[in-house]
């Protein structure tokens, strides 16, 4: 008892540089409550229990945290194992440290590594409890540092559970919130979990290196020391470590050897003001010359986590030279993140800090994606993009800093400035200059983006994005295109089946409809209808059942009796959306007789009716949809074409001419070799129609050269 009491003193010690005496006895008191609760219960460690709540509060102590937070430290696993109920914390300490030690307790039974499908169902709970209140994840890692340090006694498999959920959520939060000294331990104490051998090895090779290499590091921060003197400006040098972890993953994904990365020597200077910052910068610049293109300056753009410093990487005494520079705040918002920024907010101070308006913009996102994702697994996927920043900055025309994933897009950039701008984005400049949607951004270019009203996404945008909003956004848009266009096909099948029935969609009753709708066991007569518009079921079948009543919607289908398909063909415009493309196999153009044939899931794909890979059989050909072109139609369409020509010199020229004056454009010429004298050219090109492709292929066939033209159908 007295050993834990003094612990409580010395901690109560810490605490009165920056608390007063009465919120020093609510943690006190927490404490007290927290001990009789555990009373006779043990760690793995054979430590008494209480001794886990006593040094995770002292961590968010020395993080300088608010008291509610530290008394729900004291008492975050009171609800788990003591089966105390909230509502008597709330009567005890108040709601708000009833609500914090709730938070934590339903964080701390999520099992992140049991299935993919549950560690997503449970990352939309800890959004949440993120989102009532940050303190709550700042307990819980202050939680799991604790537990990471004493992971030892635990058996096998839970270490290995532990250690990897900790650096694939836990430690990629810390950073997010901007807590590197958190961050960093997490990482090395779950990397030396995983890989006890390899982090043995790895630190072995550092102490080694560190002794062969003090003499230098010695020698260069004298060097620097006398240049700060020498110009009056005041700085402490630190040696900076290379963490375990961070040296590992650079071996293993940059593939650098261990050599490579510890040949860079790391120092930090810290000053007391930003525009020391830029002096010191010009005298190490003095001192040793600057590698190009290795600058960074985070005090004037500071990253989305608030981490502000200058880097500088110097060449000099034959090594390259790392050096940051920064202020004293600066140093403890780098290690603590939000967590120095915390502001206890009383009655007097209603103020949130730059960073804590960071991390709510960070977790707003995370509420919207939250939103818009269909289920938990597409969420985690969106997250997991914005937990493993590299960031770049681009700016506004208007000069605003944006900060982006590495690798982000124009289209990304439109979707960070707003959702709708996304939406509408139809071009870009890039430095004022059009550029390509896809083009990846690099820091320093201003973006401005192009709308034009009534623009949709493109589905091909998901091939490139990076960011979770940009593709949570845009698989938003497309769904509900997806679903109003397969209920518009579905609706249109349905009633051309039914017309082959003698009968329309207006004259079934609402029970019939109800019927059908319950024997097929969907939701709505919509989802009915939907369906048949992704192709999932025959609107033939669903037209019988309407029409026929009850005592047909168990008896075997007979397509054979189908209703002349003919009947009603469907008119396709060729700007058809999602649901209905043209077949690649004998690309169709207006004019040409076609059908439709549906593809489960996917809606209509439309071919030739002279294709080789349509069904030959009586129920597959009794399953097509007969379609009929709409009149003015003014789309292009591709046609492959085989050109078999006496090679002469410019013929190839000859040929694109005569596309062009036709009106035709080419998408791709490939020349196949027969012998020296003949050769065969394949044309892909786009025509608006069957006269257009007349009047190509009569261009074509008129040059001197050509022997032979005809359209290829595969």
């Not at 819980?140 to 096998?156: F, V």
């Not at 786009?686 to 261009?699: N, Y």
């Amino acid at each position: 008892m007295a050993v834990a009491e003094s612990t409580v003193e010395e901690l109560a010690k810490q605490l009165s540089s920056y608390l007063d005496t009465n919120r020093i006895n609510q943690v006190r008191r927490a404490y007290y409550y927290a001990e009789q609760a555990h009373e006779g219960q043990m760690r793995k460690s054979g430590d008494r229990y209480i001794t886990h709540p006593l040094a995770v509060a002292g961590i968010l102590a020395d993080l300088r945290l608010d008291h509610q937070s530290l008394m729900a430290a004291m008492l975050h696993d009171v609800i788990e194992d003591t089966g105390i109920p909230k509502d008597a914390l709330s009567e005890q300490f108040g709601e708000d440290v009833a609500e914090l030690v709730d938070g934590v307790s339903k964080l701390t039974q999520i099992e992140f590594r049991s299935r993919a499908e549950a560690q997503a169902e449970n990352f939309q709970k800890m959004t949440l409890a993120m989102a009532k209140d940050i303190r709550v994840i700042l307990v819980k890692l202050a939680d799991r540092l604790h537990n990471m340090r004493t992971l030892g006694p635990m058996p096998y498999e839970k270490r290995l559970r532990i250690a990897t959920e900790t650096l694939d959520i836990y430690a990629p939060i810390a950073n997010r919130l901007g807590m590197h000294s958190i961050c960093t331990e997490l990482e090395d104490l779950g990397f030396s979990s995983l890989y006890p051998m390899r982090s043995k090895y790895i630190s072995k090779a550092v102490e080694k290196l560190r002794g062969s290499h003090r003499e230098i590091i010695e020698d260069i921060r004298g060097k620097l020391q006398e240049k700060l003197e020498e110009r009056g400006l005041p700085g402490r040098i630190m040696g900076r470590e290379k963490h375990l972890n961070s040296i590992y993953n650079k071996m293993k994904f940059k593939q650098k050897s261990f050599h490579e990365i510890m040949d860079v020597y790391a120092f930090r200077i810290i000053t007391d003001t930003e525009d020391n910052c830029y002096r010191i910068l010009g005298a190490v610049h003095s001192l040793y010359k600057p590698l190009p293109g290795r600058f960074k300056d985070y005090i004037a753009m500071p990253k989305a986590n608030g981490y502000q410093s200058i880097h500088t990487t110097l060449f000099g005494m034959h090594v390259n030279i790392e050096i940051q520079i920064r202020t004293e705040e600066m140093e403890h918002i780098a290690n603590n993140g939000i967590a120095a920024h915390w502001m206890y907010k009383n009655e007097a101070s209603g103020v949130t800090t730059i960073n804590q308006s960071r991390v709510d913009r960070w977790v707003k996102g995370l509420m919207e994606m939250r939103e818009r994702a269909d289920d938990s697994m597409e969420f985690i996927e969106h997250v997991k993009v914005d937990l493993f920043p590299d960031e770049i900055y681009v700016f506004t025309p208007k000069g605003r800093i944006m900060e982006l994933p590495s690798g982000a897009t124009p289209v990304d950039f439109a979707y960070a400035i707003h959702t709708d701008i996304g939406n509408a984005a139809v071009a870009c400049r890039i430095n004022r200059n059009l550029a390509s949607l896809s083009q990846p951004l690099q820091s320093g270019q201003t973006v401005e983006i192009i709308t034009a009203p009534g623009a949709r996404p493109n589905p091909a945008w998901l091939s490139f994005v990076v960011t979770g909003k940009a593709r949570s956004s845009i698989r938003h848009v497309l769904k509900t295109r997806k679903r109003a266009e397969s209920m518009e096909l579905g609706r249109t099948l349905l009633k051309r089946s039914l017309k082959g029935f003698g009968t329309k969609l207006s004259d079934v009753s609402d029970a019939q409809k109800q019927s059908v709708v319950n024997h097929n066991q969907v939701n709505s007569f919509d989802d009915l209808i939907s369906d048949i518009g992704l192709g999932n079921r025959m609107a033939y079948l669903v037209a019988r059942q309407l029409v026929s009543g009850n005592e047909v919607l168990d008896a075997p289908a007979n397509l054979e009796n189908a209703p002349d398909s003919k009947q009603g063909a469907v008119t396709i415009r060729g700007t058809e959306g999602l649901l209905v493309r043209f077949a690649s196999c004998c690309k169709p153009i207006p004019g040409d007789p076609v059908v439709g044939v549906m593809d489960s899931g996917n809606g209509m794909v439309i071919h030739s009716d002279t294709c080789l890979r349509l069904p030959e059989d009586d129920e597959g050909r009794a399953r097509l949809t007969h379609l009929k072109w709409a009149k003015d139609i003014t789309d292009e369409f591709s046609v492959e074409l085989r050109v078999e020509l006496e090679r002469q010199r410019g013929v190839i020229a000859e040929m694109a001419n005569a596309v062009a004056m036709a009106d035709g454009n080419i998408e791709r010429i490939s020349v196949e070799d027969q012998n020296a004298k003949f050769g065969i050219v394949n044309l892909v090109v786009h025509v608006h129609g069957r006269k257009h492709l007349a009047r190509v292929m009569r261009r074509v066939r008129n040059i001197r050269a050509v022997t032979h033209i005809s359209r290829v159908r595969h």
